[in-house]
C-alpha cells in the first residue's frame, strides 16, 4: 500500500468496552510500533514488534492493553473493560526494519473516545 | 532514564522571522535524533535526523553532544512552517521517545 493504514479512523465506545484498533504496515516493513498520543501529553510508546523476535511490550500501561502482529504484517491493538483515561489517538508506525537509523512512517491513527 | 525535553509548548513569529525549536534530550549510548512534524489535519512525518546532517524545507538541527541538544532551526520562517514540531531521540533498542511537542505558528 501507499502507506500506513490505521482502521477505525474514530471510535467511540462506553466505559467497560473493550475495543481493537488495526494497524496495516507499510508492505515489506518488518517493524511496527505503536504509541499513544494524548492531549497535553505528547506521544507515549507502547510497543514494538520486530520480525519474528519477541514483542518489546515496556511501554504498555497495564495488562488491560495487549497486542498481537499476524505473520509478520498486521498488528491489533486490543484494550480491555476501558477507562476514561484510555481515550487518546493512537498511532501505528512502520519501518523497513528495526535498524539504527531507519526511519518511522506512521499511521493516520484511530482517534478513540471513551464515554 | 532516557529523556527528551522541549521546553516550549508554543512558538509565535512573524513570517521571515528566524526560527529555533528547543530540544534537550538525557540518554545512555549514542542515539540517533529526529525531528517529526504533524501539519494540520496530516500525518505525523519525518523532518530530518541528524545523521543525514541534511537541510529539508530550509530546516537544520545541529547536534551538539557537549550541551546534549538538537535544536531545530530556520533562518526565515514561511506560514506554511505552522506545525507540531516533536524531537525524538532513538536508542540502540529502535524506541523512539518523543519530545511533547512544540506547536509553531507563523503568522503573515
Known sequence: GAGVSQSPSNKVTEKGKDVELRCDPISGHTALYWYRQSLGQGLEFLIYFQGNSAPDKSGLPSDRFSAERTGGSVSTLTIQRTQQEDSAVYLCASSLDGVFNQPQHFGDGTRLSIL | ?108
Not at chain 2, 545512555?28 to 545523521?51: A, C, D, K, M, N
Not at chain 2, 533498542?93 to 509553531?104: E, P, V, W
Open chain 2, 1 to 108: 532514564a532516557q529523556r527528551v525535553t522541549q521546553p516550549e509548548k508554543l512558538l509565535s513569529v512573524f513570517k521571515g522571522a528566524p526560527v529555533e525549536l528547543k530540544c534537550n534530550y538525557s540518554y545512555s549510548g549514542s542515539p540517533e535524533l529526529f525531528w517529526y512534524v504533524q501539519y494540520s489535519r496530516q500525518r505525523l512525518q519525518l523532518l530530518l535526523r541528524h545523521i543525514s546532517r541534511e537541510s529539508i524545507k530550509g530546516f537544520t538541527a545541529d547536534l551538539n553532544k557537549g550541551e546534549t541538544s538538537f535544536h531545530l532551526k530556520k533562518p526565515f520562517a514561511q506560514e506554511e512552517d505552522s506545525a507540531m514540531y516533536y524531537c525524538a531521540p532513538r536508542g540502540a533498542n529502535s524506541k523512539l521517545t518523543f519530545g511533547k511537542g512544540i506547536t509553531l505558528s507563523v503568522r503573515p
